[in-house]
C-alpha cells in the first residue's frame, strides 16, 4: 500500500482485502484504515465474529474461523465467489470467457 497503490483510492475506487485472524492482522487493520481515511469503499474478507473489522469496512465476506494455514483456502472460495458475482453484475459471459478457447487449446 505504500506510495503508489495508496495514491489510487478514493471514493471511486474499493479496496478488497484479506484480514483473517493471523499474525498479520494488526497490519493489516492498519493498511484498512488507511484506505478508509482515503474514502476508499472497503471491502473485506475477515474471520466470523471480528468485531474490530466491523467498524473500518463498509462489506463484509465472512468466513469461519480456522487454523492460519487452512485460511487461504477459505478465503480464496469467498474472493472467487466475489469475482464472479461482480462479472454477472457487469454482464460478462461467466461461461464463455475471453480468450479461454485459445488458452485451452494453444500449446
Given at each position: 500500500m505504500k506510495h503508489g497503490p495508496i495514491a489510487l483510492i478514493d471514493r471511486n475506487?474499493?479496496?478488497?482485502a484479506i484480514a483473517t485472524r493471523d499474525q498479520w492482522y494488526e497490519k493489516m487493520i492498519s493498511?484498512?484504515?488507511?484506505?478508509r481515511s482515503r474514502g476508499g469503499?472497503?471491502?473485506?474478507?475477515?474471520?466470523?465474529g471480528?468485531?474490530?473489522?466491523?467498524?473500518?469496512s463498509d462489506r463484509i465476506l465472512w468466513v469461519p474461523k480456522s487454523y492460519w494455514m487452512l485460511s487461504p483456502v477459505l478465503t480464496t472460495i469467498s474472493l472467487?465467489?466475489?469475482a464472479?458475482?461482480?462479472a454477472v453484475l457487469r454482464g460478462c459471459d461467466v461461461d464463455q470467457p475471453r480468450n479461454l478457447a485459445k488458452s485451452v487449446t494453444v500449446e
Open positions: 475506487m474499493p479496496v478488497v493498511q484498512l484504515q488507511q484506505a469503499p472497503v471491502v473485506v474478507v475477515a474471520t466470523d471480528d468485531e474490530t473489522i466491523t467498524e473500518i472467487q465467489l466475489l464472479y458475482h461482480i
